[in-house]
C-alpha cells in the first residue's frame, strides 16, 4: 500500500521528530526554574507558572485540533503548527519579563498540542490496523526521548551557554520539522478529511459525559497528572538544593523517567499477560509512590536515579492501562473522547503545579514529594479496585448513554 509505505518511512520520522520537539518543549522548563527565577528576580513557584502556562494550553487545545484536522487535513494543520511552535520558542527565548514568557509558553502549549495527537489520527488513517501498533510504537518512542532531552536540555543549556538558548534550539528543531513538511509534501499520502460531522463537538462530549464510566477515566486522568507532574516539575530543583548537583545533572536524573517509560514499550505486553489490568493499575501507582518517595529519604544522589527510571515504568503502567481505556470510551466519538482525556491529564499537570508550588513555598519540597507519593499509592489502588467492579458489572450493563452517539 503506497500510503503506508510513505507514512512508514519518512514522513514517520518527521511526525516522530515533531514529537519529540513538542515532549522536549513541555519538560524543558522543569530545571531552568532556578534560573528563570533568578533571571526574573522571582520565587521558583512564580517561574513554575512557566510549566503550568503550557500545560493548560496544552490541555485545552486538544479539544480544538480534532476537528480541525477532520476539516482541513491533518497534515496541513501540524505543519502549521510547527511552524506556529517555532515562533512560541523564539518569543520564549527574547521574553524580557517573566509574563511574557508565560504568555509565549501558552502560545507554544496551544500549538504544540495539535502535533501527537494529529500524529496519531494520520497514522490511523494512512496505516492498515496490523502495521498501525508498531508504527505508532515509533512515534511514541519519539515522544518519550522528548521527555527524556527535554529535561538534558533544558540543564546543559542551563549550566552553559543561557537557558535562553535552549528555547532558540528548540525553535530550530520545530522550524527544520515545518521546512521538511513544506519540501516533502509531494510524497506524503493525502489527507483523508471527513465529512461534515454528524453531531456539534458539544453534542458528543455531553454524550461521553453522560456515561459513569467515561466520567471515571477522565476523573482518573486528571488527579494522575495532577499527583504525577505536580511533583515531578520540582524534583530538578529539589536536586540542586539538596545534593549541590548541577541543573546539567538533575536533568539528566530526570530524564530516567523517560527510560523507565521506554522500558515499558518493551515489556508492556509480558506485563500484561502476567499481572493484568488490575495487577498493572496497582502496581504502577504502587510503583510512582515508592519511587516519588525515595527522592526524599535518598541517602546519595545515585539513588534518584532508580528513583526517576521507577517513576517513569510506575506512570506507564497505571496511564497505559487508563489510555486504553480511554480509547473505548465512546467508539463511535474515538476522537473526541480521547481528546477529552488528554485534556483532562494536562489540566491536572497545570492544576498540580500551580498546588506543589503553593505547597512548597509553605512547607519545603519534601512535604510536595511525600504528598504526591501518597496520592500516586491511593490512584493506583482505587483504581484497580473500579476496574474490577466494572468488569464485574459490563455482563449485565444494557446500554451505555455513548451509544446515544450512534443516533446523533
Request: with cysteine; proline share 4%.
Amino acid at each position: 500500500m503506497n500510503e503506508a509505505n510513505a507514512l512508514s518511512g519518512r514522513s514517520i520520522a518527521m511526525l516522530a521528530l515533531a514529537g519529540f520537539a513538542s515532549a522536549a518543549s513541555m519538560r524543558v522548563c522543569d530545571p531552568l526554574l532556578p534560573k528563570l527565577a533568578e533571571t526574573f528576580h522571582a520565587t521558583p513557584g512564580e517561574a513554575a507558572y512557566a510549566i503550568s502556562a503550557f500545560a493548560i494550553a496544552y490541555g485545552l487545545l486538544q479539544l480544538v485540533y480534532g476537528p480541525l484536522g477532520d476539516r482541513y487535513g491533518k497534515r496541513r494543520v501540524i505543519a502549521l503548527a510547527t511552524a506556529a511552535c517555532t515562533f512560541g520558542s523564539v518569543g520564549v527565548a527574547i521574553a524580557p519579563s517573566l509574563g511574557w514568557l508565560i504568555a509565549f509558553r501558552v502560545l507554544s502549549g496551544g500549538t504544540a498540542a495539535a502535533i501527537i495527537p494529529l500524529s496519531m489520527a494520520w497514522i490511523g488513517d494512512a496505516v492498515p490496523y496490523e502495521r498501525r501498533q508498531a508504527t505508532l510504537a515509533r512515534l511514541l518512542t519519539g515522544t518519550i526521548l522528548g521527555m527524556i532531552g527535554g529535561q538534558i536540555i533544558g540543564g546543559i543549556f542551563a549550566d552553559t551557554l543561557g537557558w535562553r538558548l535552549a528555547f532558540v534550539f528548540l525553535a530550530g528543531i520545530y522550524a527544520s520539522v515545518a521546512l521538511m513538511f513544506h519540501l516533502g509534501r509531494a510524497h506524503m499520502p493525502p489527507d483523508r478529511r471527513a465529512g461534515r460531522a454528524s453531531a456539534p463537538v458539544w453534542a458528543q462530549a455531553w454524550a461521553i459525559f453522560e456515561d459513569p464510566w467515561a466520567r471515571t477515566i477522565i476523573l482518573i486522568s486528571f488527579l494522575e497528572g495532577a499527583a504525577v507532574f505536580g511533583a515531578m516539575a520540582f524534583i530538578p530543583t529539589y536536586l540542586n538544593a539538596r545534593f549541590g548537583l548541577t541543573l546539567t545533572a538533575a536533568g539528566v536524573i530526570l530524564g530516567f523517567y523517560g527510560v523507565g517509560g521506554l522500558t515499558y514499550t518493551f515489556v508492556a505486553r509480558p506485563l500484561v499477560r502476567a499481572a493484568g489490568e488490575r495487577g498493572l493499575a496497582a502496581g504502577g501507582g504502587l510503583l510512582m509512590g515508592g519511587a516519588l518517595g525515595m527522592f526524599i529519604l535518598a541517602p546519595a544522589w545515585p539513588w534518584t536515579l532508580a528513583a526517576s527510571f521507577g517513576a517513569g515504568l510506575g506512570f506507564y503502567m497505571l496511564h497505559g492501562t487508563l489510555q486504553a481505556h480511554a480509547t473505548q470510551m465512546a467508539p463511535s466519538a474515538r476522537g473526541i473522547a480521547v481528546s477529552l482525556f488528554v485534556c483532562a491529564l494536562f489540566l491536572g499537570q497545570s492544576g498540580g503545579v500551580a498546588a506543589a508550588s503553593g505547597i512548597m513555598q509553605i512547607t519545603g519540597t519534601e512535604w510536595v514529594l511525600g504528598m504526591a507519593a501518597l496520592a500516586c499509592a491511593a490512584i493506583g489502588i482505587v483504581f484497580s479496585h473500579i476496574l474490577g467492579r466494572h468488569h464485574s458489572r459490563r455482563q449485565g450493563q444494557t446500554v451505555s448513554p455513548v451509544q446515544k452517539l450512534r443516533e446523533l
